[in-house]
């Protein structure tokens, strides 16, 4: 296809293997960090992802806690250009070993001193602060493999309060525990958004409140007789309403009628 240019592939795989590797991680990372950046920034995305922020400890085990739909587009946004940039069998294999290793390294419990290091390679440390519920780590540290990509795209913490966080987690968002449930449960949050706010763009009427409409939705409408009384009309005050609208188009267009006075 149009995306895949066999000479473009044979220079890339004509690196030695040692570069050729250091650029095929940068790439992924780089798509992997504005992938992992829109799970957070995209309510509707953040809805999947949180399934993985859900751990409220971490070990090397939390890196598989992830929701399977975001699994298959993380891998679809992140192995797709490697395929078009045409990285030799090689370097794919040692990629594959780097990126399992960092999934399970990265979510451990491991304290070393990393030393420059820490600017450059992403270590447990410095995942662990993108995990936190601490306020000042919320939306930050989105890098897998290249610690520099948040300090050149802002979104690094500058000066941790300390080596780990406090506490981890979700924060504004309810998951709910079990494998299945966490599997089910972006899809149920979205489905009533979705309800809701169907119900509110069909609803163009509101309930009474003590005989009287409130001033947003002024129209008092009588089911029973099927009109409407604007204010200013001379039954206005004196009609007892079963429904308020917002102005008369509303109350027309659910087949009332304009009273005659």
């Known amino acids: 296809g149009w995306l895949v240019r066999n000479d473009f592939q044979a220079a890339i795989q004509g690196i030695h293997v040692v570069p050729q590797l250091l650029l095929c991680i940068l790439l992924a990372d780089l798509m992997q960090y504005w992938t992992h950046r829109a799970y957070h920034e995209v309510p509707s995305l953040w809805k999947f992802h949180a399934v993985h922020h859900s751990a409220k400890t971490m070990d090397w085990l939390a890196g598989s806690r992830m929701h399977v739909l975001e699994l298959f587009v993380t891998r679809i946004a992140v192995l797709g250009p490697l395929f078009v940039f045409g990285f030799s069998k ?142 200013g009309m001379a039954n206005y005050e004196r009609t007892n309403p079963d429904r308020c609208y917002a102005d008369a188009a509303s109350a027309e267009t659910d087949g009332l009628r304009a009273a005659k006075r």
Not at 160 to 170: D, E, I
Not at 181 to 189: E, G, H, R, T, V
Not at 192 to 210: D, F, H, I, L, Y
């Open 90 to 231: 090689q370097v794919m294999d040692l990629y594959i070993i780097i990126v399992g290793f960092q999934a399970v390294f990265n979510h451990a419990n491991v304290h070393l001193p990393w030393g420059p290091l820490r600017h450059v390679l992403v270590t447990p440390d410095f995942h662990h602060w993108h995990h936190a519920s601490d306020k000042e780590a919320i939306d930050k540290n989105y890098a897998a493999h290249y610690a520099f990509l948040d300090r050149l795209f802002g979104t690094d913490i500058k000066n941790p309060s300390r080596q780990f966080p406090a506490k981890y987690g979700v924060v504004g968002t309810h998951m709910p525990d079990g494998f299945v449930n966490q599997q089910l449960a972006p899809f149920k949050q979205l489905w009533k958004k979705a309800t809701k706010k169907a119900t509110s763009v069909a609803k163009v009427w509101v309930e009474p409140t003590g005989g009287a409409c409130p001033t947003s939705h002024p129209v008092k409408a009588k089911i029973s007789s099927k009109i409407f009384h604007l204010p």
